[in-house]
């Protein structure tokens, strides 16, 4: 048995898996001897990756269409998993769909985000943290966003969660260290996934044919290898030096004063 | 018509106003010329407050009757709301019902928290800050608390939705400020209210018939005089002199010393 399952347990459970970060954890969590339990929308390309990590690397891989979006889907997670020892849980879902002022559009989007980034995961870390605890060993890491360490124009539900989860996952750290669990709230910046490029191109910035990285932005590698490296360190890592420096220096300033220079950043952005 | 009415518009609407903050806050909207319609669970203090108000005033006092941790909530303000001018919205409701780890009960109050704390806030703003923006004034206020600074232990799910407050108002406050219209996050430290003082009973912290103010604890008067004074310096108003200190503090550190930080004093509190 591999030193990583044994020091988590036997199984991650991995949403937003389809793509991006999610996708890249799970072959990084089956690398290292983990079965995986996979979630998100979209059944081919869930089905796809399983057959690909099963055929590279044995590990045994099930997956569950899921909308974590929906009420349901945290019945059908606990369904899929009973019986399993989950020693790790990745929340990987939760990229912004929108990049617009809360009034431009019908409030239901915003909702569908609470409901995906902070209801579905308070459930799913409640109903996995109790086995966890108890075993004395596993671990969880809930994705986060600089856009959740001040308010921020044109993603006021998105910062709003993504402070949500972040501020989760501190806590969480808090109450489990001292039961063996190992608790990362992963502050992320820019990152060149498929879901931010589909953003850009939808607001006119990519050409979807452009293969180039996206200047300036993380890779998902980056963004894996650097959880796994720091999962002991939790409650809080910020992904890359750029962005490490970059919140350094935001809070040096007053909450007002972040806020404001946010504000000035995305004014400036949308006049582009 | 007083220059504050005159200022944000006829009716404020006063979410959690049967006791606290928020009754003295009806109070002082009252004193300055604004009609109130007045939200809590209490139908008896919701009464004996309005008829006090309009008794003392002459401003026209409606209420109703709603749990804002239930989704029904919502459309009943918007009914009783619809044709009014509400130039206010006060979301004072949110206090911590509980302060164990999350582990140590059932998920349903975290998420009835949820509800409360984010979902209700977000849905009411979206309303009512639309027809604001086109009169170009309002004025909207999301009590916060220091516990949304940070992750901290024992209040997992609270710390989580006031961390979501705080971030919602900040960007509202972006969105909104250059269409007129007043946002403010009001950050609170310990403040002597029922709901506190309630909070500290049940934990064998106080005796229930103790009259003594709580030491160390801001006023309800206080809070509110601070927060209409500042109500036009937002994003963000931490709330009296220890708190805005402890705060500045805590900045100074990364965030992974100050969840560690709190996590001490929370073990200290726990063992006294």
């Known amino acids: 048995m591999s030193e990583f399952r044994h020091r988590y347990g036997r199984w991650a459970v991995i949403a937003g898996a389809s793509e991006g970060i999610g996708a890249r954890y799970a072959r990084a969590m089956a690398e290292r001897g983990l ?10 390309a869930l089905e796809r990756l399983a057959a690909e990590i099963r055929a590279e690397t044995g590990v045994e891989v099930r997956v ?32 912004d769909p929108e990049y617009a002022p809360l009034l431009a559009g ?15 995961p308070l459930r799913l870390c409640h109903h996995f943290a109790g086995a966890m605890a108890e075993r004395g060993r596993g671990g969880i890491v809930v994705l986060t966003s600089v856009a959740g360490l001040y308010g921020a ?7 709003a969660t ?27 910046g820019t990152t060149d996934t498929p879901a931010l490029r589909r953003a850009l191109v939808r607001r006119g910035a990519l050409d979807p044919s452009d293969p180039a ?8 590698d980056e963004v894996v290898a650097e959880a796994i490296e720091n999962l002991p360190n939790g409650p809080t890592w910020f992904v890359g030096d750029g962005l490490r420096e970059f919140a350094r220096r935001l ?18 952005a949308g006049t582009r």
């Open 35 to 44: 079965d995986l339990v996979l979630l998100a929308r979209r059944r081919d």
């Open 162 to 188: 993504k402070a949500f989860d972040l501020v989760l996952a501190e806590a969480l750290w808090a109450e489990l260290r001292p039961r063996g669990v190992d608790v990362l709230a992963l502050v992320l």
């Open 213 to 220: 990285p996206l200047p300036g932005a993380a890779t998902a």
């Open 153 to 159: 124009p044109n993603m006021v539900a998105y910062s």
């Open 64 to 95: 569950l269409v899921a909308d974590l979006a929906e009420p349901e889907a945290v019945p059908d997670i606990v369904a899929v998993t009973a019986g399993l020892e989950v020693g790790m849980l990745l929340y990987c879902a939760g990229a």
């Open 251 to 268: 809070g040096l300033r007053t909450r007002g004063k972040a806020v404001a220079t946010l504000a000035r950043h995305s004014d400036a």
């Open 106 to 120: 019908p409030v239901e989007p915003t909702l569908a985000l609470v409901q995906r980034n902070c209801v579905t």
